[in-house]
């Protein structure tokens, strides 16, 4: 298995342009989420989904976008780029239901917006 | 307001002491708590959880106690070693009808050989 993968690894955006981040999973999870994490500062939730076609905001949700296709991927939109998202992102997948409920992430992706 | 609490000074310790590492919560009610390590440039890895109604859980050389009367977890890895040294983050996770991590801002361990 690989596990929970994302791409781009490094990116640099100009203010306004757009991009998608991509994360997969191959684990037959049916929880996803997408965190960001700032220098210093913890992991805060952007949107998090509990099954292909259901999406839901969490804490960190303006400026991003996001869908759930397939079971396997949940890829995140910027629409219009601003210095203040720039960040490492990373993709998590779980079961939930399990009672154990761990979390795997992917490598992240550090975007730097200019 | 709803607050989880690491300490955010870096640890340091000399190699074979036992590090304690605390989290603090305020006005959650989560179903479980866990602990995740965190390398430079890499994603979160998973070490252990603990349950509402459990006090203690241990794997080799980590051990976690979980006080929900004192909203508080420590983290102890005994034995430590400098490759112990990494970034290590508890969670909360609450069950309202959906699953959702609250995350800490991690605590910074060094273990001096």
């Known amino acids: 298995n690989a596990g929970v993968t994302q791409t781009p690894k490094f990116r640099i955006l100009k203010i306004g342009q757009s991009m998608t981040l991509q994360c997969t999973q191959d684990m037959n999870h049916n929880y996803m989420y997408w965190y960001r994490q700032d220098p210093g500062m913890g992991l805060k939730l952007i949107y998090y989904?509990?099954?292909?076609?259901?999406?839901d905001k969490g804490e960190v949700p303006n400026g991003y976008n996001v869908s759930r296709s397939t079971t396997e991927d949940f890829p995140l939109r910027l629409e219009l780029a601003a210095p203040s998202q720039t960040s490492v992102y990373f993709c998590?997948?779980?079961?939930?239901?399990?009672?154990?409920?761990?979390?795997?992430f992917g490598p992240g992706t550090r975007l730097l917006v200019l | 307001s709803q607050k989880i609490e690491q300490n955010s000074e870096a640890l340091n310790i000399q190699e074979g002491k036992t590090a304690t590492l605390t989290c603090n919560y305020t006005?959650?009610?989560?179903?479980?708590l866990q602990w995740y390590r965190q390398d430079p440039g890499r994603g979160p890895v998973f070490l252990l959880l603990i349950r509402e109604n459990e006090k203690e859980k241990r794997k080799e050389r980590l051990k976690v106690t979980f006080d929900t009367t004192l909203k508080q977890s420590l983290f102890h890895i005994t034995a430590s070693q400098p490759a112990d040294s990494a970034t290590y983050l508890c969670a909360l996770v609450v069950t309202s009808g959906t699953y959702k991590y609250i995350f800490g801002t991690g605590t910074r361990l060094k273990v001096l050989a």
């Open positions: 006005n959650y009610s989560p179903a479980y």
């Open positions: 998590a997948s779980s079961r939930a239901g399990t009672g154990k409920e761990t979390q795997y």
């Open positions: 989904s509990v099954g292909a076609g259901i999406t």
